[in-house]
């Protein structure tokens, strides 16, 4: 393992780099936009911060959203959120390595789709599936357990002193998010363990991979299931023997309470693939992908709601239309086609539908 990683994170060149992916999308906004008019100085200044070690994140902004559900998101502030892609860019390499062929969040040339894709394939190799997600999973990743994964790959003293800083600086972000769990072995001091993750950020997306990524490796050499999927916490089970899938489910629940973490016990349920399965938003069967209702229902809404703010000046038409593209060229993944129709058939925005028909 190399060492004296941690002066490649602030090269002049891997900041720079930091700043065009942290502000890609985002030129525009003010954050961005702020950071940007004097882009050299705010560079030079981050440089010289985690040079001396002097760096430290500033508190996070935080709000809710429901997508569909409930969830508090917590953004870091924009220099901070440079500083995370510069982190990135060095220590990434040094993980993907590690990672099954088959976990695909937050990967390049992985994603959703894939994912999907790989799961359709297994489904028609195998006639049995087994689904698990885990409860709450960025409030529950515990701290000391994040750094002692980290640490087996990471030996450089500096690096790591930048990992835990960005680490502490989510504590207690999603505090208020997390319903206590007791393993065994606890007692009253493990109610104060520090433990979350701010959902939202780079660093933590690239950590909840590196959390589970040993759990990925149980799977594969101790339960040597052949046909495995994660995405994020989604973790999907394919096999030809009921019996032995829930063997695995129950050796599941064990190993992760070693990462002090839980599944949704009552939906983690072996059933035929022939049925469907939900995924990422989608049903998926052998033959066919379908969107999920409440995807569909959640869509109508926000198109309705954003051409009463149109309507009102209050947003632009290209507004709508990019809300739509994006929202189209997912749904055609998946067979749509008279779904898209029917959703644009009295709409002024119809022409927007039809790509890929």
């Not at 349920?269 to 569909?296: A, E, S, T």
């Amino acid at each position: 393992m190399e060492l004296e990683l941690f002066s490649n994170v602030y090269q002049w060149d891997n900041l720079l780099l930091a700043y065009r992916k942290a502000s890609k999308g985002k030129r525009g906004k003010s954050p961005a936009a702020s950071f940007e008019y004097k882009l050299e100085e705010n560079l030079l200044d981050l440089q010289k911060e985690l040079q001396t070690k002097t760096y430290k994140p500033l508190p996070y902004h935080s709000f809710y959203i429901h997508d569909p559900k409930k969830r508090l998101i917590s953004a870091a502030n924009f220099r901070d959120r440079v500083v995370h892609h510069a982190l990135h860019n060095i220590i990434n390499p040094i993980f993907e390595k590690s990672f099954i062929h088959d976990s695909y969040a937050n990967r390049k040339s992985k994603g959703t789709h894939r994912a999907i894709s790989r799961a359709q394939y297994f489904s028609r190799k195998f006639p049995y599936i087994l689904s698990c997600d885990v409860c709450q999973y960025f409030p529950s990743i515990d701290h000391a357990i994040l750094k002692d994964i980290l640490n087996q790959k990471i030996k450089d003293t500096e690096l790591l002193w930048l990992i835990n800083t960005i680490i502490e600086g989510g504590k207690g972000i999603l505090k208020s998010e997390y319903n206590m769990v007791w393993f065994p072995d606890d007692n009253l001091l493990s109610y104060g363990r520090p433990r979350g993750l701010p959902i939202g950020n780079l660093t933590s997306q690239f950590w909840a991979n590196c959390y589970l990524n040993p759990f990925d490796h149980f799977v594969k050499r101790e339960l040597k299931c052949k046909a495995y999927v994660r995405y994020v916490d989604d973790m999907l089970f394919f096999g030809n023997d009921k019996k032995e899938m829930w063997e695995w489910k129950q050796a599941s629940i064990e190993r992760l309470k070693k990462y002090r973490l839980t599944i949704h016990e009552k939906n983690a349920q072996v059933h035929p693939v022939k049925n469907g399965f939900p995924f990422l938003g989608f049903i998926v069967y052998p033959n066919k992908k379908r969107l999920k209702r409440r995807k569909v229902t959640a869509f109508r809404k926000k198109i309705k709601k954003m051409i009463r703010s149109f309507e009102k000046g209050i947003i632009p038409v290209e507004t709508i239309s990019a809300s739509i593209k994006g929202w189209v060229a997912h749904a055609e993944f998946g067979n749509t086609q008279a779904l898209r129709r029917t959703i644009f058939s009295n709409s002024v925005f119809q022409r927007n539908s039809s790509k890929g028909d």
